[in-house]
């Protein structure tokens, strides 16, 4: 039998990344360390709060849910309401179905949003740029300014998503093969935008691999053992798919790699923070037009 390297128990997961190999108990603690940590970071819990949970069925969100109602679940200043969209696609019933019954087993109150009902303003602007074609990041942004729509109806202080490290760090390596440094910048916990905007926005799960996130999952019963397929979006970037499937190769081969590219985004944020400190600490005063013509 394979042992747990803190307390000699069977251990349920190797992690490569770390050398350690856990039992089901310190697995769950490790689990809820990271998501301590970035819950932390972004000071959202510091004092009684909303929070809004986009709830789509699949094993991330359902984690996510999970493991904000237990940890906060003696604090009676903290409220959750669970936020479920449904994109009216044939197939997709027994996810959403997946999704209301975790809700109401955890006790926390839900409701249902149509995508069609989504505000149309950041996805209209992504179809422009995109020369009006309609694909991922079209859906993905109408998904977004429907929960963020939702949270404030329902005067949420925060909205907290299931994005996971592998998607995250997915989202870096697309940024750099992008050029897209503005992008990378607002992905840092350190930003500021998620802190100081209403509904704040968090990612809980962004430090736990998705492979953890299954386990974790499984091990609670959140997920169905046979859960709902759904068929790949057939307007999915061919490029984006490379790129992901490339970087988790190359993770299985060099292990950390994910939390190396989201670290990357965490220093990034830092230093444009410290070089907003300076242009406001020490403004320069700008020169007339007329002092630059000889």
């Known amino acids: 039998m394979i042992r747990c390297h803190k307390c000699g128990g069977r251990a349920v997961i190797h992690q490569r990344y770390s050398g350690m190999l856990l039992c089901r108990t310190h697995f769950e603690e490790d689990v809820h360390r990271?998501?301590?940590?970035?819950?932390?970071k972004s000071g959202v819990f510091a004092?009684?709060?909303?929070?809004?949970i986009g709830l789509s069925g699949d094993m991330r969100s359902a984690t996510l849910l999970y493991v904000l109602k237990n940890l906060f679940f003696q604090r009676r200043d903290i409220e959750f309401t669970a936020i479920v969209i449904d994109e009216e696609i044939e197939g997709e019933r027994g996810i959403l179905t997946n999704a209301v019954s975790l809700a109401e087993r955890l006790e926390i109150p839900c409701i249902m949003k149509k995508l069609r009902e989504a505000p149309k303003t950041a996805a209209a602007e992504i179809a422009l740029e995109n020369g009006g074609r309609s694909d991922c990041s079209f859906c993905a942004a109408m998904k977004r300014?429907?929960?963020?729509?939702?949270?404030?109806?329902?005067?949420?202080?925060?909205?907290?998503?299931?994005?996971?490290?592998?998607?995250?760090?997915?989202?870096?390596?697309?940024?750099?093969i992008k050029g897209d440094i503005e992008g990378l910048i607002g992905m840092g916990e350190h930003n500021g935008r998620e802190v100081c905007a209403r509904p704040a926005e968090i990612k809980p799960l962004r430090k736990v691999p998705e492979r953890e996130i299954r386990l974790y999952?499984?091990?609670?019963?959140?997920?169905?053992?046979?859960p709902v397929s759904c068929p790949p979006c057939p307007e999915a970037d061919a490029s984006r798919i490379e790129v992901k499937r490339n970087l988790d190769d190359f993770d299985s081969r060099h292990p950390g790699t994910k939390y190396s590219l989201l670290q990357c985004t965490e220093r990034v944020g830092e230093l444009q923070q410290r070089c907003d400190r300076r242009c406001d600490e020490s403004p320069k005063r700008a020169k007339p037009l007329s002092e630059g013509i000889k």
């Open 34 to 40: 990271k998501v301590r940590e970035t819950l932390r």
């Open 145 to 176: 300014d429907l929960l963020r729509s939702a949270a404030l109806d329902v005067r949420a202080d925060a909205l907290a998503t299931g994005e996971s490290l592998d998607d995250e760090a997915d989202k870096v390596l697309w940024s750099c």
């Open 217 to 226: 999952a499984r091990m609670n019963e959140l997920y169905p053992a046979d």
């Open 47 to 52: 004092q009684g709060a909303h929070i809004a």
